[in-house]
C-alpha cells in the first residue's frame, strides 16, 4: 500500500521512532509484540459522529516510549490489541469520549486511566485543552484544521494520519510533567480519584441508550405537558430517521428547533412557518407533521419534572447554600483551583438541602470524590 510506504519514511522531529499505519493483522501484531502492557499507553481515538449515525470507531492512536502508530479500526480483528490495552495504564487526555468508545466496540477497562485534562485542573493551570499544555510545555503549536473531518474515509488521507498521531505524541511527557506538580502540590490522590470516579460514571452510561434523554434536552422544562409530549413523540422522530438514513441526527433537524416546533405546536399554531420545517423534503415534513400529530394524541406529558433542585430551596437551605458557596469559593481561591472543580453549584444545591445524608449519596452516585467532600467538610 503506498500510504504504508510513504508512512514508513515519515519520523516526527520530536521522536525517533517512525509513525506506523496499521490496517492489518501482521502489521498490528508487529507493533502489539513491541509494545510492554505493564507500562502506560498514551492512547486517543477518532469517531465519525459528525458525518454518520450510529457513529464507529475510526481509527485509535498510540504511542508507548516513541513507538507511535495509528490504527485502522474499520479493518480486521481487533481482539488482540482489545487484550493489550486492557491490561494497560490508558494516558489520554478528555476520557470520556475516548473510553465511552473503545467500551462499545468491544475493548475492555483499562487498568487504570491519567487524564491530562483532569491533572492540568487539579493543578490550576486555567487553559487546559491538549492545544494549550503542548504549546504551554513544549512551544509546539497544534493544528486544529481537522476537528471536523471524516474519520471514516478510505483511504485515509496522510495529512489525517498525521493529525491525529499528534493527539498522542506529547501524552507521555504531559503525565511525567503534571504528576510531578500533583505530588509537589499534595494532590496526587485526588487525581485518582477523579479518574476513577468519571470511569465509573461512563461504565454506568453504557447501558443507556446512545442518545440523550429528551427530559435532560435543555428547554424541555419550560415546555407545558403537552409540549413535552409532542418533543418526546417528535425525538422518537428523528432518532429512527437518522439510523435509517446513516446520518447525525442534529443533520436532520436541530434540537432547538425540535423545541420551537414542540411549543409552537402545543398552542396550536402552525409549525409550517418555521425556517427548519419548510426547509425539509416534503415527505420528511410529512413524516413530521405526522409524529406532531401522535404527540398530542398521547395527551399531556404527566412525568414529573426534572427540575433544578435549588428551584425548591427554604429558607434555612437558601441560607446554608450560600454558606456552601462561600466556603467553597474560599477554599479555590486559597488553593489556585476553579470552584466548580471544587463542587458545581448544582451540587451545593443537593449539599444544602439534605446535610445530613448527602455526603454518602453524592459519594456513591458518583457525583463527588471523597477528596472534594472532606475540602467542603462533609
Not at 209 to 221: L, M, N, S, T
Amino acid at each position: 500500500m503506498e500510504q504504508n510506504k510513504q508512512l514508513d519514511l515519515l519520523s516526527f522531529s520530536t521522536t525517533n521512532r517512525k509513525l506506523r499505519w496499521i490496517d492489518d493483522n501482521n502489521s498490528l501484531q508487529e507493533y502489539l509484540s513491541i509494545l510492554d502492557s505493564l507500562k502506560p499507553i498514551a492512547i486517543d481515538i477518532e469517531g465519525d459522529s459528525l458525518h454518520h449515525y450510529p457513529e464507529k470507531l475510526c481509527v485509535i492512536s498510540l504511542c508507548q516510549e516513541g513507538y507511535l502508530a495509528v490504527i485502522d479500526c474499520l479493518k480486521g480483528d481487533l481482539s488482540s490489541l482489545w487484550r493489550m490495552l486492557s491490561g494497560c495504564e490508558w494516558i489520554c487526555h478528555g476520557m470520556d469520549y475516548d473510553l465511552k468508545m473503545l467500551r462499545r466496540a468491544g475493548c475492555p477497562q483499562p487498568k487504570k486511566i491519567f487524564d491530562t485534562h483532569i491533572a492540568a485542573k487539579l493543578c490550576g493551570f486555567d487553559s487546559v485543552g491538549y492545544a494549550d499544555l503542548v504549546s504551554l510545555f513544549f512551544q509546539v503549536k497544534l493544528s486544529k484544521e481537522h476537528q471536523k473531518a471524516d474519520w471514516s474515509r478510505r483511504p485515509l488521507p496522510l495529512s489525517l494520519v498525521h493529525y491525529t498521531a499528534k493527539d498522542v505524541l506529547y501524552l507521555e511527557k504531559l503525565k511525567d510533567i503534571l504528576s510531578k506538580l500533583l505530588k509537589s502540590l499534595g494532590r496526587s490522590e485526588w487525581m485518582e480519584q477523579s479518574c476513577e470516579r468519571i470511569r465509573r460514571k461512563i461504565e454506568k452510561s453504557l447501558s443507556k441508550p446512545p442518545y440523550k434523554d429528551p427530559e435532560r434536552i435543555e428547554g424541555f422544562q419550560k415546555l407545558d405537558p403537552l409540549g413535552q409530549s409532542i418533543l418526546l413523540e417528535i425525538q422518537r422522530w428523528r432518532q429512527e430517521l437518522a439510523l435509517s438514513k446513516g446520518i447525525p441526527p442534529f443533520k436532520i433537524i436541530r434540537t432547538e428547533d425540535l423545541i420551537q416546533i414542540s411549543s409552537i405546536s402545543s398552542q396550536g399554531e402552525s409549525v409550517l412557518k418555521i425556517p427548519a420545517v419548510k426547509q425539509l423534503e416534503k415527505n420528511i415534513r410529512y413524516s413530521l407533521l405526522q409524529a406532531i400529530e401522535k404527540g398530542k394524541q398521547n395527551g399531556p406529558h404527566n412525568q414529573p419534572l426534572l427540575s433544578k433542585p435549588f428551584s425548591f430551596m427554604d429558607k434555612e437551605s437558601s441560607k446554608r447554600f450560600e454558606e456552601l458557596k462561600t466556603k467553597r469559593n474560599k477554599i479555590a481561591s486559597s488553593l489556585g483551583l476553579d470552584p466548580g472543580l471544587i463542587a458545581s453549584k448544582a451540587l451545593l444545591s443537593e449539599m444544602a438541602m439534605d446535610p445530613k445524608t448527602i455526603r454518602k449519596r453524592l459519594i456513591e452516585t458518583d457525583k463527588l470524590c471523597p477528596w472534594q467532600a472532606e475540602l467542603l467538610g462533609l
